[in-house]
Nanobody, 115 residues
Framework: QVQLVESGGGLVQAGGSLRLSCAAS????????MYWFRQAPGKQRELVAL???????VYADSVKGRCTISRDNAKNTVYLQMNSLKPEDTAVYYC?????????WGQGTQVTVSS
């Protein structure tokens, strides 16, 4: 079974930075587009960023210019560097990829940004 393990979340003040990591196992990581989603309390889960196998990236408008998604295929790990954090960035952040009809999710890592 594919496993995704997120880490790096925490409590930071507005304007601070965090680097989230997602370690993947059980799949051909280098061939996968990887996604970061987030879900705030009472809100729908939303896409934050994605990175393709060729390292092309896409960002949500809400984080564009403040976040950088990257990957290290040798470590089967995808990262999300988040700078200039805002209280509205507070959410559980999830790593994701899909294979066929199955979507794989990690357990999430909590990011809390205080004002």
């Amino acid at each position: 079974q594919v496993q995704l393990v997120e880490s790096g979340g925490g409590l930071v003040q507005a304007g601070g930075s965090l680097r989230l990591s997602c370690a993947a196992s059980g799949s051909l990581f280098a061939d996968k587009t990887m996604y970061w989603f987030r879900q705030a309390p009472g809100k729908q889960r939303e896409l934050v960023a994605l990175i393709t196998s060729s390292s092309s990236t896409v960002y949500a408008d809400s984080v564009k210019g403040r976040c950088t998604i990257s990957r290290d295929n040798a470590k089967n790990t995808v990262y999300l560097q988040m700078n200039s954090l805002k209280p509205e960035d507070t959410a559980v952040y999830y790593c994701n990829h899909h294979s066929g009809i199955t979507a794989y999710w990690g357990q999430g890592t909590q990011v809390t940004v205080s004002s």
